[in-house]
């Protein structure tokens, strides 16, 4: 089964710190994309940083990086000098290449604090 | 600027009435999907399409149907909605690279 996991449903950071969202998935497919997405309270689902699986290099965006560890099916988001704009729900997702379906994980909550 | 956009924002209905939800983009992309979203669940595969004329069941796709008769819009029928319908949804379209791209989202009550 095709299936993503985040096993962090709320995080809390302090403005101006680094937090890290961590996401685990499972699938049998070796092509596939995988995807950061934040929705803020406006419920806009905005795409935050994007990763192919055949590479190794691991995807930046900014204060946006992640680490992509393929053969442990782990995906986590670093979030450097957190903003109060950071402020929203995270979905790690992924895709298969063929299908190009988007498999989301329940999210997590980051609350920045000032 | 292309964009992707859904109407109404916001919807009321009563159980067992039709109700059609709309979606167009302006990006010109083959791929378009419609998601729901509810507390616990993320969001989840409703309907997607390929292309024009093409229309494929998602994951929870039962009480729903698409029709595709043009690149720009896929709409989403509910036949006779149902409280467990009540929900937020989303639509998408994708470019060459497997980015999904969203609209605003409309939230859906049913009463």
């Known amino acids: 089964a095709q299936t993503v996991t985040q096993s962090q449903p709320e995080m809390s950071v302090q403005e101006a710190e680094t937090v890290t969202l961590s996401c685990t998935y499972d699938?049998?497919?070796?092509?596939?994309?995988l995807f950061w997405y934040k929705q803020p309270p406006s419920r806009q689902m905005i795409l935050v940083i994007r990763?192919?699986?055949?590479?190794?290099q691991n995807a930046t965006e900014n204060r946006f990086s992640v680490n992509f560890q393929k053969a442990a099916k782990s995906f986590s988001l670093k979030i450097s000098d957190s903003q109060l704009g950071d402020t929203a729900m995270y979905f790690c997702?992924?895709?298969?290449?063929?299908?190009?379906?988007?498999?989301f994980g329940t999210g997590t909550l980051l609350a920045v604090q000032p | 600027d292309a964009e992707i956009t859904q109407s109404p924002r916001h919807k009321i209905t009563e159980t067992g009435r039709q109700v059609t939800l709309a979606c167009h983009q302006t990006?010109?992309?083959?791929?378009m999907f419609w998601y729901r979203q509810d507390l616990g669940h993320g969001l989840r595969l409703i309907h997607y399409?390929?292309?024009?004329?093409?229309?494929n069941k998602g994951e929870v796709s039962d009480g729903y149907s698409v029709s595709r008769s043009n690149t720009e819009d896929l709409p989403l029928t509910l036949e006779s909605a149902a409280s467990s319908q009540t929900s937020v949804y989303f639509c998408?379209?994708?470019?060459?690279?497997?980015?999904?791209?969203f609209g605003p989202g409309t939230r859906l009550t049913v009463l």
């Open positions: 998408a379209s994708s470019d060459l690279t497997d980015t999904q791209y």
């Open positions: 699938t049998s497919e070796n092509n596939y994309y």
């Open positions: 990763q192919e699986a055949y590479k190794q």
């Open positions: 997702a992924f895709t298969l290449g063929a299908t190009n379906k988007l498999i």
């Open positions: 990006w010109n992309h083959n791929n």
């Open positions: 399409s390929y292309g024009v004329q093409d229309t």
